[in-house]
């Protein structure tokens, strides 16, 4: 009888199990689960290792120096890296839009006129058709006696644009009803002289002139040819509830398409060149072609260029490999949209631009492991195991899919999904028990990435966003959760929280700092997910399947933190559900979830 | 009853006129009844008991503005501020569910 520990050192976390051998066969004890220490494979494992064996022991409430022998896995590391880049661009030369949607704009409708500097309204004629800019800072009061006072001289005021939120003070104390917006932080650079629209829609409505290319061309009296130009504007306007666009002689919104460069994939016997700006399907297809691909560059001097040059800068930073000797193994592109502030823009106006994400994959030359298992060996002897053995056990894959084994209901064909950080690995045991592996760019860390760009938030609210269901707090005492249903509270909710969305973390609520709605940022999230693991199960799930045939494949079990998410294995289940696969969260000896795998799947090879 | 906030005062007018325009700008209606003197905590959480849409906004001659809802602890209002305009805009967006500015 001898009291063992299985150890599994991965990017993320350390875990570990005790067990018990004897001549009957192997009783499992306790676990442990740690963060690693150092990148994986490095002496400075050792700390982390140290940590899951001493928890492994204590729920097994044993010590130290009963200890025999350990076993660690073979690692391979996997680094992973992201890079994503905008590929068009909205710019407005000499600003001829203000196409921001404030909280309150004030009055309704569409008027048209020219553009008079607030101090200067005392000079116009009656008959005069004008759009009055009021600076910043003159109080509300002020403004609407001056607007009557022109008003009752006859001016034909048609509209109003004013830098302060006031504009439905101004609207409820003149004598006539103008579209007016308001909170217009550039005021001041908003050009006089020229013919102005200014559209308010009623509560609930969007614009529906200004958002018209032909709505402008009626407007602003152009040709087939200038209404081709602004057509840019009238996109950019939509969906809102005011705008304002001045047309000034030679301004023009430009919907700019950057080169994106082209991405070279190398196969084993042909290489093939992409362009980003087709896309990530397009991108997707070429890399089909070459699969299993080699390396992939991209051109100098171009966006891709830098993007993958900055991957492996930071992959070879990570791994300790010569930059030179870093080869990308595998790539995930994916479409996204980045909201940007809008350069030339007068109220901090954002269009969605579109973007390519690219996940990269190396797989670097095993890790020093002997070394490791040496200090391992010399740290738990120090601390007291004196008869501690580190034996290096088996390959990783091997003994994740003989963990896996232990989840009730599974048999092989059988195929482990390892749903980590930075990549997906899969490993395939098939009926004989021979173990094949792939592993594809692409997992967590690019879904928080997706998030945080397209909701505009910082990579933490991204992360809190990815991990919990979402709520809105409707009062001080109750939330909405997402699925409808409510929750309510004793003790006042803080007033930050108040009508805000707010993730529904384990020990708090985070509130959100846009204005998205509940229904959108569910949205955001759950198409992210989609887009890097499904799509990523599918991809590894092909590659590995006997004769590529996702049906050969019996089952399939969720591994990795990812494997914990409270939506992704079910949007992987349902994804494979057409091809006959059973597909779940693995639970690791019936007790473990979906832990603590490779770390079993060592001690009970040894058995 | 007409639904509206209530303010209880016994500040100074121009901070009063302040907070009346913040709640016009969110379009929600509004009551100023004036009192002789009073802290604006006092005044707030009186005036959340007695308005019709559970929050009252109280001022005191300090210039501090306080904003209550009649369902939350008399100690812990809603916000106190000295940004008059502001604290109207809150009120305003509790009584229509809208986020508070920070």
């Known amino acids: 009888m001898s009291l063992v520990v299985g150890v599994d050192i991965g990017n993320s976390t350390t875990e570990a199990c005790a067990a018990l051998i004897t001549a009957e066969g192997v009783e499992f004890l306790g676990s442990g689960l740690v963060p690693t220490t150092g990148i994986k494979g490095t002496t400075a494992n050792v700390d982390g290792v140290e940590a899951a064996v001493r928890a492994a022991l204590r729920t097994s409430r044993l010590a130290l120096p009963a200890l025999q022998r350990v076993f660690v896995n073979e690692a391979t590391p996997v680094i992973s890296g992201l890079a994503m880049e905008t590929i068009t661009e909205t710019l407005i030369t000499e600003s001829t839009m203000i196409g921001h949607d404030p909280r309150t704009p004030g009055g309704a409708g569409l008027g048209v006129g020219v553009t008079v500097a607030f101090g200067e309204l005392d000079e116009c004629s009656p008959g005069e058709k004008v759009i009055v800019v009021v600076p910043v800072g003159i109080d509300f009061a002020v403004v609407s006696k001056a607007l009557n006072a022109a008003l009752e001289r006859g001016v034909d005021l048609r509209g109003a644009v004013l830098g302060n939120d006031d504009a439905v003070l101004v609207a409820n104390r003149i004598s006539c009803s103008i579209p007016i917006v308001d909170e217009v932080r550039l005021v001041s650079s908003v050009p006089l002289g020229m013919t102005a629209a200014v559209e308010v829609a009623a509560p609930g409505r969007t614009i529906r002139t200004l958002s018209n290319a032909y709505g402008l061309a009626t407007v602003f009296e152009l040709n087939a040819d200038q209404t081709r130009a602004v057509s840019p504007v009238a996109r950019a306007l939509t969906g809102i509830r005011s705008a304002v666009v001045v047309r000034t002689p030679s301004g023009e919104v430009s919907d700019r398409h950057i080169p994106a460069g082209t991405l070279e994939l190398g196969g084993e016997t042909s290489t093939v060149r992409i362009d980003v700006g087709e896309g990530a399907e397009a991108i997707m297809a070429a890399l089909a072609r070459v699969t299993p691909m080699k390396d992939a560059s991209g051109e100098a001097g171009t966006n891709v260029g830098g993007m993958l040059a900055s991957v492996k800068e930071n992959m070879a930073d990570v791994s300790g490999v010569d930059l030179a000797e870093v080869r990308i193994g595998d790539l995930l592109a994916v479409d996204t949209f980045v909201p940007q502030e809008v350069r030339g823009g007068l109220a901090g106006e954002v269009a969605l631009e579109n973007a390519v994400a690219l996940a990269a994959m190396v797989r670097t030359s095993h890790g020093p492991m002997q070394q490791v298992a040496l200090a391992i060996s010399q740290r738990l002897r120090r601390e007291g195991a004196a008869e501690v053995e580190v034996v290096i056990g088996g390959v990783e894959a091997e003994m994740a899919t003989r963990g896996a084994l232990t989840t009730p209901g599974t048999d092989r064909p059988l195929v482990v999904l390892d749903l980590g950080g930075g990549s997906t690995d899969a490993a395939l045991a098939d009926r004989s028990g021979a173990i094949s592996t792939v592993h594809v760019a692409g997992a967590g860390d690019l879904v928080t990435r997706l998030i945080a760009s397209e909701l505009g938030v910082e990579r933490d609210v991204a992360e809190e966003i990815k991990q919990s269901p979402l709520a809105k707090a409707e009062s001080f005492f109750h939330l909405r959760l997402e699925d409808g249903t409510v929750q309510f509270f004793e003790e006042p909710l803080p007033p930050e929280v108040f009508a805000r969305v707010v993730v529904l973390s384990t020990d708090a609520l985070v509130p959100i700092p846009v204005r998205h709605s509940v229904d959108r940022i569910r949205q955001v999230r759950r198409t992210a997910k989609q887009r890097v693991f499904v799509v990523n199960a599918l991809r590894a799930l092909k590659q590995i399947a006997p004769y590529r045939d996702l049906r050969q494949i019996g089952f399939v079990v969720l591994l990795g933190g990812s494997a914990l998410d409270f939506e992704i294995p079910e949007l992987i289940a349902d994804a494979l559900a057409p091809y006959g696969i059973v597909c779940g969260t693995g639970n690791v000896r019936g007790s473990e979830g979906p832990r603590n795998a490779v770390a079993s799947g060592l001690v009970l090879s040894r058995s | ?102």
């Not at chain 2, 009073?38 to 001659?61: F, H, K, M, N, T």
């Open chain 2, 1 to 102: 009853m007409k639904p509206h906030i209530l303010v209880l005062t016994s500040g100074p007018a121009d901070l009063l006129r302040e907070i009346c325009a913040g709640m016009e700008e969110e379009g929600v209606p509004f009551e100023v009844v004036p009192q002789a003197d009073g802290q604006a905590l006092d005044l707030a959480y009186q005036a959340a008991q007695r308005s019709p849409l559970e929050v009252g906004i109280g001022l005191d001659a300090t210039g501090l503005t306080i904003v209550h809802h009649s369902k939350l602890p008399r100690e812990k209002p809603i916000t106190r501020t000295r940004t008059a305009r502001q604290a109207g805009q809150q009120a305003a967006r509790v009584v229509i569910g809208a986020p508070l500015t920070p």
